[in-house]
Structures are given as C-alpha cells and as structure tokens.
C-alpha cells in the first residue's frame, strides 16, 4: 500500500513530570492508520492509550516525536489551531457522553458548528443539519429533550451524532460503551459498525476484549509501547463472508 | 464565533440558574439603584433651597447665627440674635427699606363652622410685605406698633381665606388661632407656591403673638426674643458690601465683639446659593464615594460567583474545547456572561433607582430630581465593573487544560 495513511505517528514519546519522577507515558509510539480502518486499542489502565487518544484528538501535545494527520503535521500547533483540528477533523465520542446537561439534544448535536471558524452556517441551517445527524442515529424523535430525559445509550447516540455533524475525518471513541448495559453497548457497537460501513474511520479504545473483537485491527498497549498489533482474522472474514 | 452566538451561550448560561445569577446582580442592582436615588434627592434638596432662596426676593441680606464660631448653645448669651437686632439694623444701617424676622408655628384655625388643622402661622414684623415681596390684595399689614404692643390680629393667604369665609369679605371677621382670637385686618395677594412654601395658604400675625400664644413651652417663651434669621431689604441701587460692612459693624458693637469674632453669617442671597451649592457638591462628591465602594462590592460579588462558576462548569468548559471552542471562546463566554449580568444588574438598577426617586417625591416627604447624566453614569460604570471583574475568571476559564477539565467530576 503506498496510500498516504491518515494518521501517522513517527517515534511519540509523552513525559509527564521531570527528574526521578518522570514518567514516560509512551515511548516511542510508531503507527499508520489508513482510511476507512476500525481499530482497537487496548491495554490496562496506565499502559498510554488514554494518552495516545489525547494526542490523536489534538488535546494533547507529544513531547517528542512527529503526529502527521491526513499528511498534516499537526504535533506543533498551538491552542487555537489545535482547536480548529479538534472542530472539523475529530468527531469525539467519550465514556461518560460528555453532553452538556441543560440544553436539549438538537442544540447539543449542532453545538460543534457554533465553533466552526470556516463555516458561515445560519441558525436554520445549524438546526436542519442537527437534525439529520440525529434523524442517522435513530433520535429524530427526541430532538427536544434534555439529556437527563434520555436513556444511556441514547445519550451516547446524541453524542455520536454530535461527533459527526462537522464530517469530521476520525471518530474517536474513548470506551464507547463503559457506562452501558449489555443491550445499550449492543446498539452503540452496531452503530459504530454502521459508520465503518460506510466509510468512517474509527479509532476505539476499549478494554473488554469482546469490543474488541468489533475491530478489524486491534493494538495491544503496555508500558507505554505498542505490544501487538494484528489484523482481527475473525471479523475480517466475517466481512468478506459478508460481501460474498 | 459570532457576537450574537457569543450573546446567546453567555445569556444561556445565565439563565441555568436564575436564582444565583439575580443575587449576583443585585450587588449592582442596589448600587446603582441607591447613586440614582440619592442624586436625585439631593438634587431636589438643592432645588428646593435655591427655590426658596430666589423666592425671598432680590436684593436681600441674611443674618444667620454661626455655629461653629460659639453660636447659640456655644458662647455667651450675646451670641443670639435678638429683636434689638431687628430694630437697631432697621434704624441704623442706611439703605436699608425693611428689616423683619420670623417665627413659624402650626396651628388649627377656626372660622364660624369651618375647621382647618395644621395651619401655617408665620409670626413676623411689620416689614415682611416689603422684605418677602409679598403683596397686600385688600386690607392692611399689620404695623411696628402692633408687632410691639401684641395687638391680636391675623393677615391671611388668599387660599386660607377662601377656605375660611368663601366669598364674604373676610376683613373685619374674627378668626380662633389655637385658643387666641385673632381679628382679620388684611389678606395678601397670591403669590403661589415657591420652593415648597405655599404663600397662599398661610396665616401671617406677629411675632409678640406668636411668642406669646404658640410657642411649644415655656422655655420657648423665656428665649422669646431670640430670633433666628433676620432678612434685610436693601434700597435698588445700594451697595450690597457696603451695607454688609455696617450691618457686621453695628452687631458686633451691639454683642460688644471684635468684629472678626463675630458670631453671625452677613451673607447676600448669591452667598447663600454658592454655600448651599458648595455644600451640595461636597454631598454629591461623598455620594460618588459610596457609589463607587458599593459597584466595588458589586463587582467583586460577581468575580466570586464567576469564579465559582468557572470552577463548577470546568466540565461544560471542557467539552466545549474537545468540540472546537478556542480559549478566545470560552474567555469570551464568561466575559460576556460577566457584562451580561452586570448591565442587566445597571438596568434593574437604573429601573428601580428611577421608580424609587419617583415614589420618594410622590409619597414621600422628599422632593427629588431625577439627574439624566446619573443614569447613564451609573449604567456606564456597571459596564466597567463587568469588564474588570469578568476578566479574570474569564481568563482563567480560557487557559483550562482541556483534557483535565474533561476528567473534572
């Protein structure tokens, strides 16, 4: 494959402290995705992938080491520009939804335009396309409700439909399902599924290697440094079992 | 972002706890309620004084006990003003068209079957008319001799008369003042109302009587002759210094003092007026005192609450970063929140401190002149104080570490 991966990251080292405290939280992180890839990142608590996903969600800075996205190298930039990136190329979809709790669920989903610097969107735009992002997830219906009125895994869908609405170039999804009841986490996976289906890339990170097996890539953390990395055979033939 | 999306967030913001965001305002609110409401009472004292003071007539001269050179209570008993005053400055000084001087009593006045309660009695001297340029419709003004001798007769407002006799002829009648009968020898022109004192409406008699009918105690009565201010008519063409100069001579010769020790104020109507308005000014200074202090307090209220604010919403704050908000926008949000909060804090403030100054004046004893100029000011430095204030919570809410302000519980 010569295609331009999507996300690279060349030798990422991120230091938390100084001196006999310091603590390397990645060491020398080498990865390539590619468009369109589903993957998982997995690894127990303190083996860097929380950091890594801050690095690739542009709220974090490496301390050393190259992060290119989309042939841009990005590792460099300062608050504003980061913010830029977070709003048009990143779509966020975290544990605990992350929604803003007084204001209804279409205001949420339309939340990120307000912030977009390039786009010259009216009010009613701003409406109509929250609402097609929430009528893609299923909630159409719920549009008026607060999120306290929602269940879980409405919730975190109103919070996919927000990470979408920018058509942004990666989904982010930080243990998409943490906070879900098995039939919820059911529901959220298949619309991940949906989105990969039609052209998204997904990163997740998860720690239950049952999502894990969602993926067609998983990546093993510890310590920092990428243990392995292997293509999910399983659901690589389920999809061409699919496409046959 | 733009302004009007800046506006709505800020004013979203607000609105999710009303409750708090109406305590934080009311700092500003009572501070720029009570500047509006104090100048405009202290405006209105200012315009009822020279009101009065340009009522009095042109041309005249006061003499007013000192106090903080020993006036009454201070020194001796020579440092009262007395009717030996009146009559010496009316004999001596030349120039001079009239002297008189005044008591004031209230008093129920009966007429036949009509009552009135809570008459004014002005007991004063056979001068009043030229001193007061109060003119005399039919009838006569009492004289000197009647002032010394205490002759019982009453010289009415035209109002107080109508009300007393309607159309008959008043002159002549006998009219109750307390328990004193009182006969009518005159009733004044109209004059109206100037600076608060309804000329129309008051019974004029003499000073005798009303020392020795209406005064409140016997103590009063001793000190009878004491007489608080005296009002000296000048002749058109005299020079007002010079008579100053004789009347400040001729009293302390008379209270046997040097005449740099002299206890009593010679002051012309302009003195007055510049005094009151000197005193005004320094009133109106101290007022912009407490107002600046109280938009202080104001606006460190609303720090602290934004503080908080910030600290309680670092999550809100967080997600908004991880959506795209630059720190210009989330400094923006609070900061517009904080003015926000502030101007609308001026403007129930400017509402209240307006409606306050109205019902003062209106059900009040108070007459107040609402000052344009202080609305706008008082607005203006609610304004400023949002600024400040807001700034630095606004500041610290930019500069939040997106990624710990998503993991604040």
């Not at chain 1, 938390?16 to 992180?29: E, S, T, W």
């Not at chain 2, 305002?25 to 100048?39: D, R, S, Y």
């Not at chain 2, 009300?163 to 008959?168: C, E, Q, T, V």
Request: aromatic share 6%; proline share 3%; glycine share 10%.
């Amino acid at each position: 494959m010569s295609q331009q991966p999507l996300i690279e990251t060349l030798d990422l080292v991120k230091t938390y402290g100084k001196g006999p405290v310091q603590v390397h939280a990645l060491n020398d992180v080498s990865l390539r995705i590619q468009t369109g890839e589903f993957v998982a990142i997995m690894g127990s608590s303190g083996s860097g992938k929380s950091t890594l996903m801050n690095i690739l969600g542009c709220l974090d800075r490496p301390t050393s080491g190259r992060y290119i996205l989309a042939g841009q190298d990005v590792s460099d930039l300062d608050a504003y520009e980061r913010a830029e990136i977070r709003n048009r190329e990143i779509g966020f979809v975290f544990q605990s939804y992350n929604l803003l709790g007084r204001t209804t669920a279409l205001k949420n989903v339309a939340l990120p335009l307000i912030y977009s610097h390039n786009g010259k969107h009216a009010p009613e735009v701003r409406h109509k396309l929250a609402l097609e992002a929430l009528e893609a997830v299923g909630l159409a219906d719920r549009a008026d409700h607060l999120p306290s009125e929602l269940s879980g895994g409405q919730q975190q869908r109103v919070a996919i439909a927000r990470a979408l609405i920018n058509d942004p170039l990666i989904i982010l999804a930080d243990e998409p399902t943490g906070n879900l009841d098995t039939a919820a986490s059911l529901e959220i996976m298949s619309l991940l599924h949906d989105l990969h289906d039609r052209g998204r890339t997904i990163v997740m990170v998860t720690h239950e290697p049952d999502l894990a097996e969602h993926a067609q890539r998983v990546i093993h953390f510890r310590d920092g440094r990428v243990e392995t990395d292997k293509v999910n055979g399983e659901r690589q033939a389920a999809r061409s079992a699919g496409a046959h | 972002m733009k302004p009007l999306e800046i506006l709505s967030v800020a004013w979203e913001g607000l609105l999710t706890n009303k409750l708090r965001t109406l305590l934080t305002m009311l700092g500003v609110i009572i501070g720029v309620g009570a500047v509006i409401m104090m100048l405009a009472v202290s405006a209105g004292a200012q315009a009822i004084v020279a009101d009065q003071i340009k009522g009095l007539g042109t041309n005249l001269i006061f003499v007013t006990p000192n106090f903080t050179r020993g006036g009454p209570g201070g020194g001796g008993s020579n440092t009262f003003l007395t009717m030996d005053d009146v009559s010496a400055i009316e004999a001596q000084v030349p120039g001079v068209t009239g002297v008189s001087t005044e008591r004031d009593a209230s008093e129920t006045v009966r007429a036949g079957s009509v009552n009135l309660s809570g008459v004014s009695i002005v007991g004063t001297t056979a001068d009043y008319p030229t001193v007061r340029s109060v003119g005399i419709a039919s009838g006569r003004f009492f004289t000197a001799q009647e002032v010394t001798r205490g002759t019982k007769v009453a010289v009415l407002g035209p109002s107080l008369a109508e009300s007393l006799f309607g159309s008959s002829n008043p002159i002549g009648q006998m009219v109750l003042v307390g328990n004193a009968q009182l006969t009518v020898i005159g009733v004044t022109a109209s004059k109206g109302t100037v600076g608060n004192v309804d000329y129309d409406s008051q019974l004029y008699t003499s000073l005798t009587v009303v020392n020795q009918r209406f005064l409140p105690s016997r103590l009063s009565r001793i000190f009878g002759s004491r007489v608080s201010t005296i009002f000296i008519k000048v002749a058109d063409g005299t020079s007002m210094d010079q008579t100053i100069f004789q009347t400040q001579v001729l009293l302390a010769k008379a209270h046997n003092v040097s005449l740099t020790e002299l206890p009593f104020n010679v002051q012309t109507q302009q003195d007055v007026i510049q005094t009151q308005t000197a005193t005004t000014a320094a009133f109106r200074a101290l007022l912009a005192w407490v107002a600046a202090v109280s938009l202080l307090v104001g606006g460190i209220g609303i720090m602290n609450i934004m503080l908080v604010s910030v600290t309680e919403r670092t999550r809100e704050i967080g997600i908004r970063q991880a959506i795209g908000a630059t720190p210009t926008d989330v400094r923006l949000q609070f900061l517009t929140e904080a003015l926000l909060l502030s101007l609308v804090g001026g403007a129930l403030g400017a509402l209240g401190g307006v409606g306050g100054a109205w019902a003062l004046g209106r059900f009040g004893s108070f007459q107040t002149v609402i000052v344009p100029w202080s609305i706008l000011l008082a607005f203006v430095s609610a304004a400023a104080v949002g600024i400040v204030f807001g700034y630095f919570p606004a500041n610290s809410a930019a500069k939040l570490d997106p990624i710990q302000a998503l993991r604040y519980e």
